[in-house]
T-cell receptor, first 113, second 111 residues
């Protein structure tokens, strides 16, 4: 158990819908990272927040957005969902803004039908 | 941009030693991560190398050569539970951090 929690564990929804994935970092960690893992593309970095502010952006689509709240939990919003968005979404956290060790949550498996 | 290459699959025998290689081409390279990921589970941190050389942690060691853009993960005394995917990932420098993952090497340990 890494100490990072993610909800929900599984999510099944239809194309065109919008969903919100939630992540609570380890106690004391200020950075939250979001990753997408699909079978054909491996693990892809989406976005990083540090203490409530966006810090780094990776391959995040415009239909996706995220935020980190004052209590440091983070939400990833996915809208206008497409079949290709079906994937495992991981959240990770670390103590600092530049991490040498990231702790991953168990992931949310999203299935778009 | 960043490009990371590692073998797709490897097979090794229980009790043996296996070396998983990773080459990278990046701009603004800072360091290299290795993660272990069992099927359907979250990645687990194994190591982070910033300086050249070998770092040993129990049965696992990781090596980095910055000049060659090359790293390897060495697993000794293989156990069946070591069957997993091993992800190599490069971290950029410059304050804000992006991590780029390779597609992973699926290691199968056989009796």
């Amino acid at each position: 158990d890494s100490g990072v929690t993610q909800t929900p564990k599984h999510l099944i929804t239809a194309t065109g819908q919008r969903v919100t994935l939630r992540c609570s970092p380890r106690s004391g960690d200020l950075s939250v990272y979001w990753y997408q893992q699909s079978l054909d593309q491996g693990l892809q970095f989406l976005i990083q927040y540090y203490n409530g502010e966006e810090r780094a952006k990776g391959n995040i689509l415009e239909r996706f957005s995220a935020q980190q709240f004052p209590d440091l939990h983070s939400e990833l919003n996915l809208s206008s969902l497409e079949l290709g968005d079906s994937a495992l979404y991981f959240c990770a956290s670390s103590v600092g803004e530049v991490s040498y060790e990231q702790y991953f949550g168990p992931g949310t498996r999203l299935t778009v039908t | 941009g960043q490009n990371i290459d590692q073998p797709t699959e490897m097979t090794a025998t229980e009790g043996a030693i296996v070396q998983i290689n990773c080459t990278y081409q990046t701009s603004g390279f800072n360091g290299l991560f290795w993660y272990q990921q069992h099927a359907g589970e979250a990645p687990t941190f194994l190591s982070y190398n910033v300086l050249d050389g070998l770092e040993e942690k129990g049965r696992f060691s990781s090596f980095l050569s910055r000049s060659k853009g090359y790293s390897y993960l060495l697993l000794k005394e293989l156990q069946m539970k070591d069957s997993a995917s091993y992800l190599c990932a490069a971290s950029n420098s410059g304050g804000y951090q992006k991590v780029t993952f390779g597609t992973g090497t699926k290691l199968q340990v056989i009796p």
